[in-house]
């Protein structure tokens, strides 16, 4: 088992014991974290944490479309220390559009829309690089940013903890882009029925660390490791094995972040065959 955890906040203070912290996620069988950059210094942080732990750590590079401070010279920036580390870069994220609670309380309908021209020109730059994109882009903002990947097509996109309508789930799965699940499938309702909803095939795991659950997480705190629980409750909800689980969303993130996975192919037929039989 090798699972991933596709998104995580590495540079987070809480993490500031890398080896702990891929030794704890190894124990639980995750053995890679895509670590999600938000902006030029954050994007530094995570090259350092990547070269550090180079096989643990995939390093995805960004500009948070929440961060009120973000400018255009910032995304130029961005744009350029990819193009400079692009061999160590798996992809560009997080980018994406602002929540709408952001939007009500902090930023001005300018500033949204030009985190709106500001994510149409990263997801250009992603095609110019064939890097694909990790996007924050919650509730209806994810129908947006799917006609915007769709308009530029990147070589992949991950919808990190998706919150969109089953119409958006159902159109962003045809176009073969991939849904991000959080620990929180594992106690909210929405989540779950994404999951439902979400072919296996679409599907890949998160932690968004350092992010606080409730539930059985409940005063704990967020790693890597949390992944494994969360691909136990996806086999719950599918009634589907883990090991299915395990394989086919490892094997999809192996593919949307262009890392070789030599096995991949013949363990993700198994693994829709698998499905195949159990519905
Ligand atoms: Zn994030």
Redesign the pocket.
């Known amino acids: 088992m090798a699972l991933v955890d596709v998104?995580c906040?590495l540079d987070a203070p809480a993490y500031h014991d890398l080896p702990a912290f891929c030794r704890h996620s190894r124990q639980a069988g995750v053995t890679v974290t895509v670590a999600?950059g938000t902006g030029l210094q954050s994007n530094a942080r995570i090259l350092a944490l990547q070269a550090q732990e180079p096989t643990h750590v995939w390093a995805a590079l960004g500009l948070h479309p929440e961060r009120l401070d973000a400018t255009w010279a910032e995304l130029e920036a961005v744009v350029a220390q990819i193009h400079a580390h692009r061999q160590r870069v798996v992809a560009f994220g997080?980018i994406g559009l602002p929540h709408y609670t952001v939007l009500d309380q902090r930023m001005t309908s300018a500033q949204a829309q030009e985190r709106e021209a500001m994510l149409h020109a990263l997801v250009q730059a992603a095609v110019r690089c064939a890097l694909p994109v990790v996007l924050?882009t919650p509730h209806a903002t994810s129908a947006v940013a799917l006609d915007i990947v769709r308009r530029y097509e990147p070589p992949g996109a991950v919808f990190?903890w998706h919150k969109g309508s089953p119409e958006t789930t159902a159109a962003l799965c045809e176009a073969g882009y991939l849904v991000s699940v959080t620990p929180e499938i594992c106690y909210r309702e929405r989540d779950r029925q994404l999951v439902e909803a979400t072919p296996l095939a679409n599907l890949v795991l998160e932690s968004?660390g350092p992010w606080a659950y409730g539930g059985e997480f409940t005063g704990q705190a967020t790693t890597s490791a949390l992944v494994a629980r969360v691909a136990e409750e996806v086999a719950r909800i599918k009634g589907i094995p883990v090991d299915v689980v395990q394989h086919v969303t490892e094997a999809n993130a192996h593919r949307v972040f262009g890392q070789p996975y030599p096995s991949a192919a013949k363990v993700a037929h198994k693994g829709e065959n698998s499905i195949d039989s159990a519905s």
């Open positions: 998104h906040h999600a997080e924050h990190h968004d």
